[in-house]
């Protein structure tokens, strides 16, 4: 999906952030919002990242199954927190998804956790991806330390920003050596 989306506007991309999310009993809806908006642009059909929202639990009606605003991704704004239910109202839906599945959907697309009605928690895990040549919204090669990221796949560490986008993103060690992986 990444691939998909992200390639057609960079050489690499890399893992954004990395959320567990938890929405508990009583609970209310979490404010519509995009996960690109930490970016301050927008460019008409370039997408700046993807989510995967990974069910660990069963994602119902009932327990807060994420909402999600269809068609929202087209309305080219930065923000609409305060406006997205009254201007989205009846294309808001639920993705409502036994456990082990995932909602795949685009960073500007206005998605949030609904209320939890339930008496059981409902847990989710979910994974951004950004164009290489974007910031990270969380640096996972600080977070990570070398030693663990030199244990991945080639792959999981160029996701984890250990490979440079052209010339952005350099790093010299103190012996002098340029690190490109």
């Known amino acids: 999906m990444a691939d998909a989306i992200l390639l057609a506007h960079c050489i690499n991309y890399r893992i954004g952030s990395l959320t567990a999310i938890e929405i508990h009993p009583g609970e209310a ?21 993807i989510s995967a929202m990974w069910a660990l639990d069963d994602f119902t009606a009932e327990n807060g199954a994420t909402r999600v605003a269809l068609g929202s991704h087209t309305s080219g704004s930065n923000n609409k927190y305060h406006s997205a239910e009254a201007e ?34 409902r847990a989710g895990l979910v994974n951004t991806y950004a164009l290489g040549w974007l910031r990270q919204e969380e640096n996972q090669y600080l977070n990570v330390s070398r030693k663990i990221a030199e244990q991945h796949s080639p792959l999981i560490q160029r996701l984890m920003g ?20």
């Open 162 to 181: 250990y490979q440079m986008h052209k010339t952005l993103g350099a790093f010299q060690h103190a012996d002098g050596c340029w690190f490109e992986n």
């Open 88 to 121: 989205f109202g009846d294309s808001i839906v639920q993705a409502v998804m036994p456990k082990g599945s995932v909602l795949f959907y685009l960073g500007s697309t206005l998605h949030g956790g609904a209320a939890n009605r339930s008496n059981a928690p």
């Open 29 to 49: 809806d979490q404010f519509l919002h995009l996960d690109d908006s930490i970016y301050p642009l927008r460019i008409p059909g370039m997408q700046l990242q």
